[in-house]
């Protein structure tokens, strides 16, 4: 009997689901996954785990070489293009070339122009067939904010991040009592979800409303329950502080935990703060109009330092600015069962007179985690 | 080969098929459906379609009779316990005996007080096989008003219908900028969605500001490429108006349709309304506290007239009375995806300062209804 071979897609699917497991790791880097394949059998595989260690293809072909297996005349199955040029690590095109490969199907073109395009090249040049754009659009989703910034750098724009605005809300839509009385909304299921995704994101941005009323840590406390074996390794995301008029103190639970605390002001402070268990640092940001510090060029400030996916979890008058201003790529919106009632706190102070005014999204996903809603939306172009 | 022969589940669920198709037709009869099965074969099917005329075992029977079949020794699937006494038509278990069944299978017994197990007890005189309890809980989703008003007759509870509140908001949960502009944050299916709700409600309350404001229809308007079979022959469900003040005027879109409308006031009007187009009928209804309508009066009221169902389709303030109240057994809740803003109209004017007030619901169904979602969730106990 014989059966078919397996197609291009599965094997992509393969290294897609592997290049998953660099989510919480990669950054700044993108997270990539690699499989190799002769005679229709896996013979190595590999992801990118963590910056300036091996990459997937890399890690691909040690994983052949360790196995015994040849990769001379494999296809090698990446989620995105061989890099080209010597980073932190010699080019993966090179390292493809090496081991001899005779095919390379990519889901995608590196939007980084450093690659673009140079390591398909180099791969044609060295005899090796190129198929690209294996499911590009599901590899797409592994980088949104790499993707983002890489593809912003060749433009007339400065790059920015890629930002989600996370919110909880009742059925009725509010946050909190007017007394500000919020625990809990959600249940511990939509509270570890939201672990998750400050895993996966390379900041957190809050306001100074929300450390001085809530005193939240903003860090990432990933329970034994939900773990898994790539969560052994996670980074603590930046914890970034809007904080125009210098209110923190230094007192605050966010400097008690380790990582990074970053404070955004137009102004210098009269003290800085200093904490004996994370760095502190300052980022002397632009004023907007109203002497706040203006969102765009600090998502610019932070991007230039390698942040690809920002999470902002803030209180309603930070997150309206960043809608209003349309800096939010991806509204991820918890919801309760419950009514909070017409006289709680509305999940965004965004004072409009008009259905004109309205904020359009498009849905991406709705789930149920644990009792709660999960909603994710894009913004509606 | 021979094959296994279907279950009682597999025939009880086509009997509850059946019954669907009754949804907007029965009241304030339940929907039920009848299979009738010899030798793992349909012989006839029915179900109810409209008070007075067939129940489904009288109409399963006719069906077995004239596509020739004998309905000596089948088995008879019926999603309710069939019925014992005289109403507008003579008892179906007795149509069951004559038939000559030797096994009847039922999804559950029937709460009317009249029947409550009378049914299985004649069967069972008579020498048939009775099996209860067989998809129970799917046929009790057939008949959720029924049901609550014939359970509640045997207590000390004057019986109340089953009541669905529906309200359409925006992700913040908006349903109206402050001006009352509205128009439209659902899109098309969903306000189709609302009409097939509509359809299955024996009557539709709204409030004399919604009247006053919005001049809405409150008809059943199912357009044609939401018409099944079963749709043509719908009844228009009574509008009720709750107006304490008599401040409806019959100039009123709700006077210029067919079918009946009841205008709820604890105190008499000056004029009444008079159309030419529907019957207009006054109830005089005991007044609250504060001189409003007694809501749960005016729901004893109308289940006392047979209402089973009915569908709250009010403003925030009366849909806020009839939850705190707690006078609400369903909250369909529509979600557009997009902002409105704080500034907009909150869905139900609920002030409530402390989380212990909030109102906790249970999920049934999450669903995308065009772009928009749906949410069904039922009062937590």
């Known amino acids: 009997m014989t059966t078919k071979p397996h197609s291009d897609l599965h094997y992509m699917a393969l290294a897609i689901q592997l290049a998953k497991q660099g989510l919480y790791t990669t950054s700044p880097n993108p997270r990539v ?26 890690n691909a072909i040690a994983d052949a070489n360790e196995r015994g297996n040849l990769t001379k005349n494999a296809t090698a199955y990446v989620t995105l293009e061989p890099c080209s040029h010597f980073g932190r690590t010699p ?10 490969v005779s095919r390379v199907v990519s889901a995608m073109t590196d939007p980084n122009p450093e ?8 791969l044609r040049a060295a005899g090796i067939e190129v198929v690209d754009n294996c ?24 790059p920015v991040p890629y930002v ?21 909304i959600t249940g511990p299921e939509a ?44 980074r603590q995301p930046l914890r970034v502080i809007i904080d125009s008029q210098h ?5 605050a639970k966010i400097f008690t935990l380790t990582g990074k605390v970053m404070i955004a002001s137009p102004v210098e402070p009269e003290h800085r703060i200093i904490s004996e268990f994370c760095e502190v640092s300052y980022l002397q940001s632009a004023a907007s109009q109203s002497h706040q510090v203006d969102l765009t060029t600090l998502l610019e400030q932070l991007a230039s330092q390698g942040i690809n996916e920002v ?24 919801t309760a069962p419950t009514l909070l009632g017409s006289d709680a706190r509305p999940a965004f102070n965004l004072p409009f007179a008009k259905m004109e005014q309205q904020i359009r999204w498009s849905w991406q996903d709705v789930r149920m985690v644990g009792n709660d809603l999960k909603l994710v939306l894009t913004r509606k172009i």
Do not use: Y
């Open 33 to 58: 996954g690699c499989v190799l394949v002769k005679n229709d059998e896996i013979i190595g595989q590999g992801f990118h785990i963590k910056a300036g260690e091996g990459h997937a293809e890399v």
């Open 91 to 100: 080019p993966c095109a090179q390292g493809l070339i090496d081991a001899q």
């Open 115 to 122: 690659v673009a395009g140079n390591g398909f090249a180099m």
């Open 135 to 158: 499911l590009a659009g599901e590899s797409a989703k592994l980088n949104p904010g790499f993707i983002k910034r890489m593809s912003m750098a060749g433009t007339e724009h400065k």
């Open 164 to 184: 989600r605005l996370k919110m909880a809300t009742s059925l009725d839509g509010r946050t909190a009592m007017q007394s500000g009385e919020s625990q809990w």
């Open 191 to 234: 509270r570890a979800e939201v672990q998750k995704i400050r895993a996966q994101s390379c900041a957190i941005i809050c306001g100074a409303d929300s450390v001085l009323i809530d005193d939240p840590s903003m860090n990432v406390r990933i329970s034994a329950d939900c773990t898994d074996g790539s969560l052994q390794q996670i």
């Open 247 to 251: 209110r923190v103190k230094s007192k």
């Open 311 to 334: 999470l902002v979890e803030s209180g309603a008058k930070l997150a309206a600015a960043f809608i209003q201003q349309d800096l939010v790529d991806e509204l991820v919106m918890f």
